[in-house]
C-alpha cells in the first residue's frame, strides 16, 4: 500500500461520517467581493461570562481598523474549551460591547443569535466543518490519530528533559504514534482507545521563519516542529486548529489579537500553510497594565484584584459610553488627542486609525486619566442628554434615586443645566454615579446640613452677613442686580466689595466679596464649591432660602 493509498484508507477509518469535502465550504463561503484594501477583521472571545477591560480595547482596535479601510468587523465566539465556558457566557460579551457603542457588521449578537452569511460565528456549532478539514489533511498525509496517554505524554516530556532536549513537546523521535501502521491503528480503535488528531509537521530545529506584524516590525522565529493536537479525544478542535479553519472561511484578511499569541504565530502559518489558505496580516497588541498601588511597578489588570478590568464596572458606575470610548483611543493611538483637539465633536469613531502607528508597549490604564476625559466629554453635553443618560443610568442601579429625579422633570433638567450649554462649562461630573451627591442640595431627601466655615470667617460674622441677607434677596433679581445687592452688603460688615483691595490691604478688612458669598453658599448648599449661586437660588425657591438662610444663622449663634 503507497502512501496515497494509506492516507486515504486512514482518513475513511477516521471520518466515517463525513460525506463533504474542502470543496463544499468552498463554495459555501466565497469571497466577500470586498473592494480592494478592505480589511475584515475579528473579536474572538471565550464565552466566560466576564468582559475583560482588554477584550474592549481589542475589539475597538477590530472595529476601527476595518472600518477605516472599508472592511468589516465580526464577532466570532470561540467555544471548543468547554472547561472554561459558563451558561450564556455569551451575553456579558455582546451586552459590554452595546453598552459602549462597539458594534459589529457581522457575528453573533446575543444568546443564540447572530447575523451575516459566514456563520455559524459559534465554533462549537462549525464542528463539522473543522472534520472535513481534518479528514482532508488525513488524505494529504499531514494529519494522523495519536493515542498516547496522559501519562504517556508526562513519561515523553521527562524524557526529553533527561535528554536535554531545548523544544518540549511532540515532535520527530519523540512522536511515537506519528509512524504508526493501519494495521496498530485499526488495532488501538477496536479496542475503544482514545485518540487525538495531530498535526504532521514537516518544520526543522535548524530554520526560522519571518512574518510581519502591524504593530511590532518584522520578526523571526523559529519554525514550527511540534506536532501540534488538531481534534481533541472528543472531535471537537483546539483553538490553534479551528481559528484557521474559521479565519479562512470566513475570508479574515487581519488576525488582530493580544501579544501572548506571538508564539503561536510560526504554528498558526504551518497550519494556515497545510490547509492550502492564505495566511492573513497578524498585528499583536500590547496588553492593558497599570501600577500597582504596593509595588509602583506595571502589572497586567487582574481580575481578581482589579475592578476596573471589567467592562461590567463602568456600566456600574455610570460611565458614559462615550467617555470610556474615547479614553481608550488614547491608549490605543498617541495621535488621538491631537486629532481630538482638531475635531471637537466630531464622533470618536470617525478617527482615522492607523494600525502600524499603534505603540508596541503596553499602554497604562488609569482611572484618574479616565475621570478626567470623562468630565469633558459630559461637560458638552446639552442638559436634555444628561438627564436623559442619568435617568436611565438611576433606573437600573439607583430606584430611589431615578423617582427623585423623574418626579419633576423640568426642574431636574434645569438643575442639571446650571453652567452648561455655555463656551466654558464646569466639568465637575465624571460618571453618572456621582450626579446624585452633586446635585443632592436641591433634595430634601438628600440634603444634610454642614455649616464649615473658611478659618478666616468667625461664626458670629456668618451670622451677620445671612441675617443681612435675608432681608435684601429677592429671586426677581437679576444676576448683577443679585450680586450688586451681595456688594452692598460687605462695607457695613467690615468686608470689602473689591478683592483687589482686600489683597492691597487685607488688614483693613476682615474678607471680601467672595468671603461673603461663601458664608451665603455655604448656607444654601452646605458646599463651598458650587455652578452658579444665583442659579441655584432660582431653584431651591423662595421658602427653601429663607428656610436655610435661617437655620444656618441659629447654627453659627449657638457656636
Known sequence: MDNTEFSASLAQLLFPDIDKTPEYYEEMYPDRGLAEGARVTRFAPSPTGYLHIGGLFGALVDVLTAKVSGGLAYLRIEDTDKKREIDDGVSAITNGMKAFGVEFDEGVTGF????????????????EIYQTIAKSLVE????????????????????????????????????????????????????????????????????????????????????????????????????????????????????????????????????????????????????VMKFDDETGDKRKLSKRKDPEAAVSYFVDEGFPKESLIEYLLTLISSGFEDWRRANPGVPAMDYP??????????????????????????????????????????????????????ADLVRSKAILNIDRENPKPRKDIAKWSEVKDYISYFFNEYYQADYTLPENISPADAKAILEAYSKVYSLDDDKDTWFQKIKDLCAPLGFTPNVKEFKQNPDAFKGHV??????????????????????????????????????????????
Open 112 to 127: 443564540g443569535t447572530e447575523k451575516g452569511n459566514y456563520g455559524p460565528y459559534t465554533q462549537s456549532k462549525r464542528v
Open 140 to 287: 494529504k498525509g499531514l494529519a494522523y490519530p495519536c493515542f498516547c496517554s496522559a501519562d504517556e505524554l508526562s513519561t515523553l516530556r521527562e524524557k526529553q528533559e533527561a535528554d536535554g532536549a531545548a523544544i518540549t513537546g511532540y515532535f520527530g523521535k519523540y512522536a511515537k504514534c506519528r509512524d504508526l501502521t493501519l494495521d496498530e491503528i485499526k488495532a488501538n480503535l477496536d479496542a475503544g482507545k482514545p485518540w487525538v488528531l495531530r498535526f504532521r509537521s514537516d518544520g526543522s530545529e535548524d530554520k526560522r521563519i519571518t512574518f510581519e506584524d502591524m504593530i511590532r516590525g518584522k520578526i523571526e522565529m523559529p519554525e514550527n516542529i511540534i506536532d501540534e493536537v488538531l481534534l481533541k479525544s472528543d472531535g471537537v478542535p483546539t483553538y490553534h486548529f479551528a481559528h484557521v479553519c474559521d479565519d479562512h472561511f470566513m475570508h479574515t484578511t487581519h488576525v488582530i489579537r493580544g501579544e501572548e499569541w506571538i508564539s503561536s504565530v510560526p504554528k498558526h502559518i504551518a497550519l494556515f500553510k497545510a490547509c492550502g489558505y492564505k495566511v492573513p496580516k497578524y498585528a499583536h497588541t500590547p496588553q
Open 353 to 406: 486609525f492607523n494600525l502600524k502607528k499603534m505603540s508596541s508597549s503596553g499602554c497604562l490604564f488609569d482611572l484618574v486619566k479616565l475621570n478626567d476625559v470623562s468630565k469633558n466629554v459630559i461637560s458638552v453635553m446639552n442638559a436634555e442628554t444628561v438627564y436623559e443618560r442619568v435617568c436611565e443610568w438611576a433606573k437600573e442601579f439607583d430606584g430611589e434615586f431615578y423617582g427623585v429625579l423623574t
Open 514 to 559: 467672595g468671603d461673603v458669598s461663601s458664608v451665603i453658599r455655604i448656607a444654601l448648599t452646605s458646599r463651598r464649591n458650587t455652578p452658579d449661586l444665583w442659579s441655584i437660588m432660582g431653584l431651591l425657591g423662595d421658602g427653601e432660602i429663607q428656610r436655610r438662610l435661617a437655620d444656618a444663622a441659629a447654627a453659627y449663634e449657638r457656636i
